[in-house]
Nanobody, 115 residues
Framework: VQLQASGGGLVQAGGSLRLSCAAS????????TRWYRQAPGKQRDLIAS???????YYTDSVKGRFTISRDNAKNTVYLQMNSLNHEDTGVYYC??????????WGQGTQVTVSS
């Protein structure tokens, strides 16, 4: 499984970005796709996920601002991010979860929110 994350960039506070995570390879076993964020000097934290059945999860800090969705025809998961603030700055990684101990990571995409 290969995951390609894209869509990051520099945006002003209050702005929006849409991240994409495109999967290729043996993707049929992926049970959930997750987005993680790693802020400077901090650990990598789970911020949103979507299962193959469409069940979503959001960490409290992004609820109401971020939306995770999937396009099965394109094997792509999106993270729409609105009302961005400085605390959203970081490297965003997508993760494909198959089972405990079996998961795959994309290369990360940088999001920088300027005030």
């Amino acid at each position: 499984v290969q995951l390609q994350a894209s869509g990051g960039g520099l945006v002003q506070a209050g702005g929006s970005l849409r991240l994409s995570c495109a999967a290729s390879g043996l993707i049929f076993g992926i049970r959930a796709t997750r987005w993680y964020r790693q802020a400077p000097g901090k650990q990598r934290d789970l911020i949103a996920s979507i299962s193959t059945g469409g069940t979503t999860y959001y960490t409290d800090s992004v609820k109401g601002r971020f939306t995770i969705s999937r396009d099965n025809a394109k094997n792509t998961v999106y993270l729409q991010m609105n009302s961005l603030n400085h605390e959203d700055t970081g490297v965003y990684y997508c993760n494909g979860y198959i089972s405990p101990g079996r998961e795959f990571w994309g290369q990360g995409t940088q999001v920088t929110v300027s005030s």
